[in-house]
């Protein structure tokens, strides 16, 4: 029995260093500078950093398949950038506090386009 | 009573013990009669037994099935490298998923705002998730359900989209894309 317990326990402490290990900054400088962070659910960053915030040019992809190139302010997407979504669809255009506002095109995958203004992620008619 | 008695006592041996007979086998029924009344639901019962035994019998098989899907990334659409689902599968995967994670919840809300405001003012929380299959359209939809007070206001905000792509862990599988647009 105790020899059960302190394999488990044993266990448990490899994953969390394992984990540990995998997750946080893993290339370069992820303060000032040009670095690659891994987040705990597998998002990374690769991009610049100021202040150990995503400020700059940078790519952002999220494990269910989302991808942002373009530019970061405070680490939100802010600027002009480019979202590629799982299916395929994307919007090129510009960005305010990780949204689409301003001008933009979004493409579905079928190669449908609107082209205009966008507030808050919505098509501005 | 007297003759009721007499008489029973010039019946032969045989009929007397078919008689004990008849009269504890009507006991027993009389007996399982009364305790059906008063503990037992009947057909209802029954059917609720038949029901659970399908449901059981069903989630098996699902349970089965994701068991013998690829780990991973699963999708209902051409054009990536991820494991496609047939028609077949993508209906099996729609009906046995529950989860939708955080990501996917967050890749919805980029069509939504509204339901991001909720969603980060109230520190992520989901009301409710949905995932659905739709008979007539064919179709697996997700969603969830957000509400609290955005700026002095109550407000209840319900995602949904076609749900195009899913995680297999091994385990479970997960809503991974909502295509809200």
Redesign the interface.
């Known amino acids: 029995m105790k020899k059960l317990i302190f394999f488990i326990l044993f266990s448990s402490l490899i994953t969390s260093i394992a984990l540990a290990r995998s997750t946080g900054c893993k290339e370069g400088n992820c303060e000032n500078g040009y670095g690659k962070w891994i987040y705990t659910?597998k998002?990374t960053y690769e991009g610049e950093w100021v202040a150990t915030k995503k400020h700059g040019q940078g790519t952002e992809t999220?494990?269910?398949?989302?991808i942002y190139k373009g530019e970061f302010k405070e680490s939100q997407w802010n600027g002009i950038g480019i979202?590629f979504?799982?299916?395929?669809?994307t919007y090129e255009g510009e960005w305010a506090n990780g949204?689409?506002n301003g001008k933009g095109t979004?493409t579905?995958?079928d190669g449908k386009q609107k082209t205009g203004i966008w507030k808050?992620?919505?098509f501005q008619e | 009573m007297e003759v009721s008695k007499n008489s029973f006592k010039t019946l032969s041996e045989p009929v007397k013990q078919f008689g004990g007979l008849i009269s504890i086998i009507i006991l027993i029924f009389l007996t399982f009669f009364i305790l059906n009344n008063i503990f037992g639901e009947g057909d209802e019962l029954v059917a609720k037994m038949k029901i659970e035994e399908e449901r059981i019998a069903q989630e098996r098989k699902l349970n089965k099935l994701i068991s013998s899907l690829p780990s991973g990334v699963l999708v209902s659409f051409d054009g990536t490298d991820n494991f496609k689902l047939s028609d077949e599968l993508y209906e099996a995967v729609c009906k046995a998923t529950k989860l939708i994670p955080q990501r996917a919840i967050m890749g919805a809300n980029f069509l939504n705002f509204r339901a991001h405001e909720i969603y980060t003012i109230n520190g992520n929380k989901i009301d409710e998730t949905f995932v659905k299959w739709d008979d007539e359209k064919n179709k697996c939809f997700a969603g969830f359900v957000v509400s609290g007070n955005n700026v002095g206001v109550d407000e209840t905000v319900k995602v949904s989209g076609e749900a195009l792509s899913f995680l297999s862990t091994g385990i479970d599988t997960r809503v991974y894309f909502i295509k809200n647009f």
């Open positions: 659910d998002t999220w494990p269910n398949g989302y979202l979504f799982p299916d395929g669809s949204f689409m979004f579905w995958s808050n992620g919505s």
